[in-house]
């Protein structure tokens, strides 16, 4: 009978050890997965004990803050929706996006220092505090935009050339994030889809903008092409099928074709960089990547080099081919002929403090892609600021200061075409590069480039 | 020192010593004084108002009330184990510095409780210490443990699934939990008189032996109060436990595997059938197999249970800093969850070890007897308390289907502490008998 003890002795203590191993599972190896459970509300219980940092435009306006006013924390967005999709949200029950998701564990004091900081101070029962956020967006343009855009569908993006810094990054139409409880149902049912931040997620095709694209990729070729003159007259012929353009030009150079934007040229150009050439200069451009921005972002799409016809090399040279963009990748494009063939890595947040208010993170200026060569930009920069001087950008055109850009009236199955504008401003010394689009709101020259010069116009008085 | 103890072996007769004036027991529960006093200083520094001092003074009261224990065991020559009493003082402090923690209300109650089943634990160890008549009377007691185990289908209140508790007003009563304690008895007794027989058979069915229905009859009673735990009480957690005591302890006094075998098969029928007869053991199996489709309903206090468990990494998060009130009911079946999430592995697999421990002790204790009654007894007893503790920890981890029963001297719950005090009592009895006639 002792033998039999033993063995039940040996049987439970066996029970009791397979359960020290499988709880070493649970908490070792399932742990992570299980305390990042979107259904595990710690997180959230966390949040509910901190005081969540503030994130502030350039100029120290608060743009998302709590309110702690009342019994219970409120996240407040003073802007409303002028940078909803920028700044995001976060809300119990519809998660978080945007910069308050992508900041949250600095604005929520999680991170280096902050994270010893409010242990201690939950210990002691004090306060636990989060880091604050200051962005490069400037609110006051980020207004301008929004109201010009006027609830119309369509996006704008204000950048520095030089340092990627973002001023301005509208995407309309938008929603007021301080009343997601009540307006979210509708949210998602819109048409419209105000919860997508066109300016990085949008997928439009560029139109006649992406003919610096073309321009660039022609004289990688050959740089002569630059002085060669192109003869112009209304259509173009390409394996038979007739290309039609917006009028006949006569005979133009590149300088001029751009500045009239001129589609035969344009379509020649495609035909002599090849449809590997084209690829070539849209991968450099940074059209087919994410541009790193810290939110979502979309990368861009293009037909593959090899399946292109001469008629698809054609018209995807004038912009109309199965090429999609977002307005960011847009505004790079413009910065990186601004900046001499250099695209810097775009940025939203200038610094990060935590909660004592020591910066722990700065954004410094550096390069993303090399676009081009110099020499490549300054003769599409000509014909940019042709454009703007007597083509048919001349809408962007801002008193006291040279302007460069190129218009674009995008066709899609949608209706009428979407209006364009990319530019940069002044054109000797850039110091700013805007992309607009209005969806289905007509010519881009008409429509759009006037957008961008008022823009421009106030970035500059404003003193950027 | 006489000649007769030079004789002995130096390390028992230092042994013998040490039990004798119980320091070892003394040493082991001052430190868990220590620990408890630590963990209530904790709760006052933390929780604001009355609430803290309240945790502080039942700290207090708590380890004084142990102290007291040990203190009559020492002036009355008491031999029982020495490790037993710090080891259950460190699982019930931990279990009432927690609930102090979740909820105030339900600590200062169990403080209660615990003085209470302090109380159980002097009077098992002092009337009882002679509990070999207990033997005597076990058709009597298995009739009142019968009729107590029904009382509750007829009158008891329905309680997390279960109607398996009495409603006195002031307090609720849960007979099984004490009934436990008289059905090893009872095994005991019944065993001792007729394991020859039942390990021998008196008549052969082709190459089986069989004994005859006297004695195997009271058995298959027994069985078939298990199932009748698990279909009108909806009790599955209890009844596994009363069966599978019963299966350890029939097997210990005939040594004849078939029969636990034949035992367990009977059980998987029951419970296979009881699978597709009862709803509600359906769905604990269901949300055992893939809780997350049934998260919002039936899943949610498992999935909480590992959300619990998942966040609190090696350490945990320390005392009062988890989200442990996020499980619903986390004070009774889940407060090992709670441990876990703010004490880490470290302190998960500490109250296991600590149950192995008592496992341990409590084996040990059945081999050093000397007659089959108290050994069958002693055995019987441990594999209720190692089982019972297995049952819950599995369940709340998830290793197994949830079947909600205490936590042995941790979950919140007057029956549960001071019926598993009154077994703690019993295996002291029998230890004390045993260190009495070395």
């Keep these: 009978m002792k033998q039999n003890i033993l063995k039940l002795g040996y049987l439970l203590l066996g029970l009791l050890a397979v359960l020290v191993i499988y709880l070493s599972y649970m908490q070792l190896y399932r742990g992570p997965a299980l305390a990042d459970n979107p259904y595990n509300r710690r997180y959230q219980e966390y949040e509910a004990q901190v005081k969540r940092g503030t994130i502030y435009d350039t100029k120290g306006i608060a743009l998302a803050k709590s309110d702690y006013s009342q019994s219970k924390n409120r996240r407040v967005y003073p802007a409303g929706q002028n940078t909803a999709q920028v700044i995001g949200y976060i809300n119990e029950r519809y998660g978080r996006a945007g910069l308050e998701s992508a900041y949250d564990r600095n604005l929520l004091g999680m991170e280096g220092a902050d994270r010893f900081r409010n242990l201690l101070n939950r210990l002691l029962g004090r306060e636990q505090l989060g880091g604050d956020v200051t962005l490069t967006v400037d609110s006051a343009l980020q207004k301008l935009a929004m109201d010009m855009l006027g609830g119309r569908r369509g996006a704008v993006v204000l950048l520095d050339p030089r340092t990627g810094a973002v001023r301005v990054m509208a995407s309309s139409p938008s929603y007021d994030p301080n009343r997601l409880e009540d307006i979210w149902p509708q949210l998602l049912q819109d048409p419209q889809a105000p919860l997508i931040n066109r300016a990085t997620q949008g997928a439009y095709p560029p139109g006649s903008t992406f003919k610096i694209i073309t321009a660039a990729a022609a004289l990688a070729t050959d740089l002569s092409l630059a002085e060669k003159r192109f003869d112009c007259p209304g259509y173009l012929v390409v394996n038979g099928f007739k290309l039609d353009d917006t009028a006949a030009h006569g005979e133009v150079d590149l300088t001029r074709a751009l500045a009239v934007s001129c589609n035969t040229t344009f379509a020649q150009l495609g035909l002599i960089a090849g449809a590997e050439g084209l690829q070539r200069a849209v991968k450099a451009f940074g059209l087919l990547q994410e541009p790193p921005v810290g939110i979502p972002a979309r990368a861009g799409t293009m037909a593959a080099a090899g399946a292109m016809t001469p008629t698809e090399l054609a018209s995807s040279a004038i912009g109309q081919g199965e090429v999609l963009v977002s307005p960011l990748q847009m505004a790079l494009s413009a910065a990186a002929i601004a900046n001499r063939g250099i695209i810097m890595q775009p940025y939203l947040v200038d610094t990060v403090k935590d909660s004592l208010g020591t910066t722990v993170k700065q954004q410094v200026a550096r390069t993303w892609l090399t676009a081009t060569t110099p020499e490549i930009a300054e003769k599409i920069k000509a014909g940019m600021t042709s454009a703007v001087k007597n083509g048919t950008a001349q809408a962007a055109a801002v008193s006291g200061m040279q302007v460069a850009g190129k218009t674009g009236s995008a066709q899609n199955p949608q209706g009428q075409t979407h209006a364009w504008f990319i530019g940069f401003a002044p054109s000797d010394q850039p110091r700013l590069a805007v992309a607009v689009i209005l969806e289905n709101a007509g010519p881009g020259g008409a429509v759009a480039a006037p957008v961008a010069g008022s823009l421009l116009a106030a970035a500059v008085a404003a003193g950027y | ?438």
């Design chain 2, 1 to 438: 020192m006489n000649s007769a103890d030079h004789d002995r072996p130096g390390l028992l007769s230092n042994a013998a010593s040490l039990f004798g004036s119980r320091k070892a027991e003394q040493k082991l529960l001052f430190l868990t004084g220590v620990y408890t006093l630590a963990g209530m200083l904790v709760i006052f520094l933390t929780m604001p108002g009355a609430t803290g001092r309240i945790a502080l003074q039942a700290g207090l009261a708590t380890v004084a009330g142990f102290f007291l224990v040990h203190i009559y065991w020492h002036f009355t020559g008491f031999k029982g184990d020495c490790f037993l009493l710090p080891v259950t003082a460190v699982l019930s402090a931990t279990g009432l510095v927690f609930l102090f923690r979740l909820n105030s209300a339900y600590g200062t109650r169990q403080f209660i409780w615990l003085l209470a089943a302090l109380l159980a634990l002097l009077l098992t160890t002092r009337l009882l210490k002679d509990f070999r008549f207990l033997g005597d009377y076990k058709y009597i007691y298995a009739l009142v443990g019968l009729v107590a185990l029904i009382l509750p289908i007829f009158f008891g209140r329905e309680q997390g699934g279960a109607k398996s508790w009495l409603d006195f007003g002031l307090f609720q009563f849960q007979p099984s939990e004490f009934v436990k304690i008289l059905v090893v008895l009872f095994l005991a007794s019944f065993l001792d008189e007729n394991k020859e027989a039942l390990a021998a058979g008196t008549r052969s069915v082709g190459w089986l032996n069989i004994p005859s229905p006297q004695e195997w009859a009271p058995l298959v009673v027994m069985w078939g109060v298990s199932l009748l735990l698990l279909v009108f009480q909806k009790d599955l957690g209890t009844a596994l436990i009363y069966f599978g005591t019963f299966l350890a302890m029939v097997y210990v006094a005939t040594s004849r595997i078939v029969y636990a075998v034949f035992g367990m098969g009977l059980f998987l029928t029951g419970a296979s059938a009881s699978y597709f007869l009862f709803d509600h053991v359906r769905s604990r199996v269901e949300i055992w197999l893939n809780p997350w489709p049934l998260i919002d309903t039936t899943g949610y206090q498992v999935i909480q249970s590992i959300f619990a468990i998942g966040s609190g990494g090696v350490i945990g998060a320390g005392l009062g800093q988890g989200f442990p009130n996020l499980i619903p009911a986390v004070h009774t079946d889940f407060i090992f969850a709670a441990i876990c999430e703010e004490m880490g592995l470290a302190g998960g697999v500490s109250v296991i070890i600590l149950f192995m421990i008592f496992v341990y002790r409590g084996i040990k204790i059945a081999l050093k007897t000397k007659d089959d009654f108290a050994s069958l007894a002693a055995a019987g007893l441990t594999a209720l308390l190692g089982l019972q503790a297995f049952i819950i920890l599995a369940g709340v981890t998830k290793m197994l289907p949830l079947t909600g029963v205490t936590l042995p001297y941790m979950s919140y719950g007057g029956s549960s502490l001071v019926a598993n005090f009154i077994l703690l009592g019993l295996l002291l009895n029998i230890s004390h008998e045993a260190e009495m006639r070395l």
